[in-house]
C-alpha cells in the first residue's frame, strides 16, 4: 500500500473527549472512527488487524475441531420467549419492531437460543454428539456506558463458539480444551492473560471463566494468587482478600458451562445408547476480537504510538523513502514479490512527519531509504533504538 493512496491519513490531535489510550492512539493513526457513542467504522488500517486477530481464532478453533459457519442477526421474539430472556434480558437487549406487519424482532447479542433452535432439527442420537460451531458476527447490546474507547462498543465483534454434548464429563473434557486454545490463542497474540473464576449468573451451571489482561484502562478488579496466572473476580470471591494480588483488568474472553437449561427450556434432546432421551450438554465461548485490538494499544504503546506486536500487525513493514531516493519502487515491489506486506511512504513530507506516522501507526519494522544510507537500507525495529544498515538481499530475510 502507497501511503499516497492509504485512507484515512493520521490526524494531529486526538479527539477532545478520548481518555482511553487506545482511543487516542487508535484513531489519530487512522485504524477507526466513530460513529456514535459505541459505534464504529473499523478502516482499512483497523481492519487488516482485526483480520489477523480472528485469522489466529480462526486456526485455533479449527485446531480443536471446531467447525466455523454464520448464523443470523435479526432474530424472531419466539425464540428469545423459551427461554424468557426477551425479558430477562430486556436491559441489553435491542428490540426492534418491524412496521408493516408490527411483528417483534431481536438484534443479537448472543446466539445460545438460536444455536439450539437449530441443533433440534438436526441432532437426533449420541452418535451426533459432541458438536463444536462456531462463528464471527456483530453483537448489538445496549450497553449502560459504551466507553474505553473500542473496548466497549454497543456493536461489536465476537467470536461465539457453541459446544453440545451427551454429558457433563463431556462438557468438562471440552471446556478444557477451549481454555487451552484460548491461552494459545492470547499468546500468539502478545498478551499475558489471567484467567479468573467468576459468577456466571442464572444463566450458567457452574462458574465460569475469565480471561484478563491487566490494564490501566481496564473495567474490572481481579484478585490474582501470587506467582500464578489464575485467581478470581470480585463477585465469587468470599472472605479474605489479603492474600490476593489485586489488579485492574481488561475482560478479552470469557468460556460458561452453561449446562442443561437451554436444552430442558427448548426442548433440544437427544436419544441415548440404551434408548432413553436426554437433554444435551452445553457450552458457549466468547471472545471480541474489537475489544482485543483496543486492549492490545493499552498494553503495547509508548508516547510517539502504538507498537504492534509482529501477529496482528497491519503491515510487516513501513517503508520510508526520502529525498531524492523517493521514487523508490524497486524495493517496494521485491518485497512484497518476497511475501512481505509493505506500506511504502512515498510522499513528498518532510523526514520528520514521514517517521512520526511510522511510530504513531507501530508498523514493527521500519525501513528507511535516503541519501544517507547510500545504496544500503536502515532497519529499525518499532519500540527499539537500534539501527542496522542492510543490503536488500537481507531485508527479504529479515521480517518473517
Ligand atoms: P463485560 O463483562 O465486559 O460486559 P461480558 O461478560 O458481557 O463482557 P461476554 O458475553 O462474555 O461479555 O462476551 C464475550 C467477549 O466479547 C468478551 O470477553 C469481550 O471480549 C467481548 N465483548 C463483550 N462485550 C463487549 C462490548 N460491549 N464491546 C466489545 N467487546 C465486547
Ligand atoms: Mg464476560
Known amino acids: 500500500m502507497r501511503y499516497s493512496q492509504a485512507f484515512p491519513k493520521t490526524l494531529k490531535n486526538a479527539p477532545k473527549d478520548a481518555v482511553t489510550v487506545n482511543h487516542k492512539l487508535l484513531v489519530r493513526a487512522g485504524f477507526v472512527d466513530q460513529l456514535m457513542a459505541g459505534s464504529w467504522t473499523l478502516l482499512?488500517?483497523?481492519?487488516?488487524?482485526?483480520?489477523?486477530?480472528?485469522?489466529?481464532?480462526?486456526?485455533?478453533?479449527?485446531?480443536?475441531?471446531?467447525?466455523?459457519?454464520?448464523?443470523?442477526?435479526?432474530?424472531?421474539?419466539?425464540?428469545?420467549?423459551?427461554?424468557?430472556?426477551?425479558?430477562?434480558?430486556?436491559?441489553?437487549?435491542?428490540?426492534?419492531?418491524?412496521?408493516?406487519?408490527?411483528?417483534?424482532?431481536?438484534?443479537?447479542?448472543?446466539?445460545?437460543?438460536?444455536?439450539?433452535?437449530?441443533?433440534?432439527?438436526?441432532?437426533?442420537?449420541?452418535?451426533?454428539?459432541?458438536?463444536?460451531?462456531?462463528?464471527?458476527?456483530?453483537?448489538?447490546?445496549?450497553?449502560?456506558?459504551?466507553?474505553?474507547g473500542i473496548l466497549r462498543g454497543r456493536e461489536f465483534l465476537m467470536k461465539d463458539a457453541y459446544s453440545l454434548h451427551v454429558s457433563e464429563e463431556d462438557l468438562l473434557v471440552w471446556y478444557e480444551k477451549y481454555k487451552q486454545a484460548y491461552l494459545k490463542i492470547f499468546k500468539r497474540m502478545g498478551l499475558v492473560v489471567y484467567v479468573t473464576e467468576a459468577s456466571g449468573g442464572v444463566f450458567t451451571h457452574k462458574h465460569t471463566h475469565e480471561f484478563q489482561v491487566e490494564a490501566e484502562a481496564g473495567e474490572d478488579t481481579i484478585y490474582i494468587k501470587p506467582g500464578t496466572r489464575e485467581g478470581y473476580n470480585k463477585e465469587v470471591l468470599e472472605g479474605d482478600v489479603k492474600q490476593f494480588e489485586i489488579k485492574r483488568s481488561i475482560e478479552v474472553g470469557n468460556i460458561f458451562p452453561l449446562g442443561k437449561m437451554y436444552s430442558e427450556k427448548m426442548g433440544a434432546g437427544f436419544v441415548d445408547a440404551d434408548g432413553s432421551k436426554k437433554p444435551i450438554w452445553f457450552g458457549s465461548y466468547g471472545i471480541g476480537p474489537t475489544r482485543v485490538m483496543g486492549t492490545i494499544v493499552e498494553v503495547s504503546h509508548d508516547e510517539r504510538g502504538i507498537i504492534w506486536p509482529k501477529s496482528v500487525a497491519p503491515y510487516d513493514v513501513h517503508l520510508v523513502t526520502l529525498g531524492g531516493n523517493r521514487e523508490l519502487i524497486e524495493i517496494y515491489e521485491k518485497l512484497w514479490g518476497e511475501g512481505v506486506e509493505v506500506l511504502w511512504d512515498e510522499t513528498d513530507r518532510s523526514a520528520g512527519e514521514k517517521l512520526a506516522d511510522a511510530d504513531l501507526i507501530g508498523i514493527p519494522v521500519r525501513l528507511v531509504v535516503s541519501e544517507k544510507t547510500g545504496d544500503k537500507i536502515e532497519w529499525k525495529e518499532r519500540g527499539k533504538t537500534e539501527t542496522l544498515l542492510l543490503d536488500l538481499d537481507q531485508v527479504y530475510l529479515k521480517p518473517k
Open 44 to 148: 482499512p488500517l483497523g481492519w487488516r488487524v482485526v483480520s489477523k486477530i480472528t485469522q489466529i481464532i480462526r486456526e485455533e478453533m479449527n485446531a480443536i475441531g471446531c467447525q466455523e459457519m454464520l448464523m443470523p442477526l435479526l432474530h424472531p421474539k419466539e425464540i428469545w420467549n423459551q427461554t424468557g430472556r426477551w425479558d430477562a434480558a430486556d436491559e441489553i437487549m435491542y428490540k426492534i419492531q418491524d412496521t408493516r406487519n408490527k411483528r417483534e424482532y431481536a438484534l443479537s447479542f448472543t446466539h445460545e437460543e438460536i444455536v439450539m433452535d437449530l441443533v433440534k432439527k438436526h441432532i437426533k442420537s449420541y452418535k451426533d454428539l459432541p458438536l463444536n460451531v462456531y462463528h464471527f458476527s456483530t453483537k448489538f447490546r445496549n450497553e449502560l456506558r459504551a466507553q474505553g
